[in-house]
């Protein structure tokens, strides 16, 4: 399947991968044929001009997706690096998409020594529209397999890039009963000085999700910190619960 041992894939490196070949001549083969420049125009404008577009709508990218991959064998962590990052490199937004749909499926076949891998793409063309999806899916899931992770994103909540930092803040968004909530709660008072719009949005995103599993722990954090999150911040967490 692969040819070479995972090079360190945090660099410019890409691995040769057989199966990441067939995935992309097929894939840029088919998304073009099915792009819409008049649709494309529209998401281009609803993305802020993030990357271009071809114009291929969600639920027909995704059954185009599954015709991309039908036969494929299911891939190994270095398939996975190369199928990834290939589709980074190019600039439409739909291949970034299909990259990250396509982590979330096999998140289970990559170890822990996948995550400079998903640091390159969150930082890859950032916004929110990957970066999320990356976060909960992708380096929540390598976090989940190996808590020990977490040291890691330790270091991510201090980074000057707001996008890794949006990361650690969300990277718990799907742990429910497992969220380490001294982590996540240590995370938002972290990063709550901060003005950033996304920052400020995902502290509130966070909290409110832990909500679902620990709404008193969250409302007793809040109500003790109120003075130091932004108005947003409260307003997310506590959008599911009772007014303090």
Same mark, same amino acid.
């Given at each position: 399947?692969?040819?070479?041992? *995972? &090079?360190?894939?945090?660099?410019?490196?890409? *691995?040769?991968?057989? =199966?990441?070949?067939? @995935? !992309?001549?097929? /894939?840029? $083969?088919?998304?073009?044929?099915?792009?819409? &420049?008049?649709?494309?125009?529209?998401?281009?404008?609803?993305?802020?001009?993030?990357?271009?577009?071809?114009?291929?709508?969600?639920?027909?990218?995704?059954?185009?997706?599954? $015709?991309?991959?039908?036969?494929? &064998? #299911?891939?190994?962590?270095?398939?996975?690096?190369?199928?990834?990052?290939?589709?980074?490199?190019?600039?439409?937004?739909?291949?970034?998409?299909?990259?990250?749909?396509? !982590?979330?499926?096999?998140?289970?076949?990559?170890?822990?020594?996948? /995550? *400079?891998?998903?640091?390159?793409?969150?930082?890859? @063309?950032?916004?929110?529209?990957?970066?999320?999806?990356?976060?909960?899916?992708? @380096?929540?899931?390598?976090?989940?397999?190996?808590?020990?992770?977490? +040291?890691?994103?330790?270091?991510?909540?201090?980074?000057?890039? %707001?996008?890794?930092?949006?990361?650690? =803040? /969300?990277?718990?968004?799907?742990?429910?009963?497992? $969220? +380490?909530?001294?982590?996540?709660?240590?995370?938002?008072?972290?990063?709550?000085? +901060?003005?950033?719009?996304? %920052? #400020?949005?995902?502290?509130?995103?966070?909290?409110?999700?832990?909500? #679902? $599993?620990?709404?008193?722990?969250?409302?007793?954090? @809040?109500?003790?910190?109120?003075?130091? /999150?932004?108005?947003?911040?409260?307003?997310?967490?506590?959008?599911? %619960?009772?007014?303090?």
């Amino acid at each position: 399947m692969t040819d070479i041992a *995972p &090079p360190d894939t945090g660099s410019g490196d890409v *691995p040769r991968s057989a =199966l990441a070949d067939t @995935v !992309l001549d097929r /894939l840029t $083969t088919v998304y073009p044929a099915a792009g819409n &420049p008049f649709r494309a125009q529209e998401m281009v404008a609803y993305m802020k001009g993030v990357a271009p577009f071809l114009g291929v709508r969600t639920p027909e990218r995704r059954i185009l997706a599954r $015709t991309v991959l039908d036969g494929i &064998p #299911r891939p190994d962590e270095t398939d996975c690096a190369a199928v990834a990052l290939r589709c980074f490199a190019l600039p439409e937004r739909e291949y970034h998409y299909f990259a990250v749909d396509y !982590l979330r499926r096999h998140v289970r076949r990559c170890s822990s020594g996948f /995550l *400079p891998v998903a640091r390159r793409l969150v930082t890859t @063309v950032s916004w929110w529209d990957t970066v999320d999806h990356l976060a909960a899916h992708v @380096v929540g899931g390598l976090v989940a397999a190996d808590p020990s992770l977490g +040291d890691r994103m330790d270091e991510w909540i201090e980074d000057e890039d %707001l996008w890794v930092a949006r990361t650690a =803040l /969300l990277h718990q968004l799907r742990f429910k009963g497992a $969220t +380490d909530a001294d982590r996540l709660f240590a995370y938002c008072l972290r990063r709550a000085p +901060d003005t950033d719009f996304f %920052l #400020r949005k995902a502290i509130g995103w966070a909290l409110r999700e832990y909500a #679902r $599993t620990a709404p008193g722990e969250v409302r007793a954090f @809040v109500a003790a910190n109120a003075s130091r /999150l932004s108005p947003l911040s409260v307003r997310e967490a506590l959008k599911h %619960l009772d007014p303090l």
